[in-house]
């Protein structure tokens, strides 16, 4: 069973108007402690930006590498060469204090799941998160979250988590080492899909 880690939201376009949220700035991050606490996983980070309206490194306009429609990279043709049934994918993001997962409460960490509820993995790396006393919540997200679906489409475990972008660098640090020790329980096979 090998671990991947993927950042689709890390780069910035050039213009970021007021309010806007193109770029998980603590996503890379938090990616970079998760995986060095676990052995042989592999990072991959997007540097092509989200906003079509602005051209991406690369000279293109940018493209959410995250849509079912994104246009081709180095990033999602990586990806998808990494990715095996074997493989438990981990997809990282940020959101900001406004975001509106914070209505009700502010959470730490936001798990996204078209299947919340019933998909194995992101169920036990809620539980596993709450049982450390993180304020985790478990969302359903829409199935445009192309990452998670690609991998789940090949049979490969994948999960979407969204790290606050408004707590303290230590306290994402502790959080790492909590996922990473949810993934090494997963890992040393205490707990299998069903
Ligand atoms: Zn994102």
New binding site residues.
Partial sequence: MNVLLTV??DACPPLQPPKSHLC?TS?KEFAEMISSELKGSKLLISDIHRDSTQLASDGLPGSDQ?RPNSRPTDFLNEFKSAITPDTIVLDI??FPYESTFSQSFHPDIVILDPAAGIDELSKFLTDFLNSKHWKVALVPAASINYIVKYARSINAQASLIEISEAITRATRSQIAKHVSQAVREITAKKWKRI
């Fill in positions: 689709p939201h998980d996503a995250n993001h940020s």
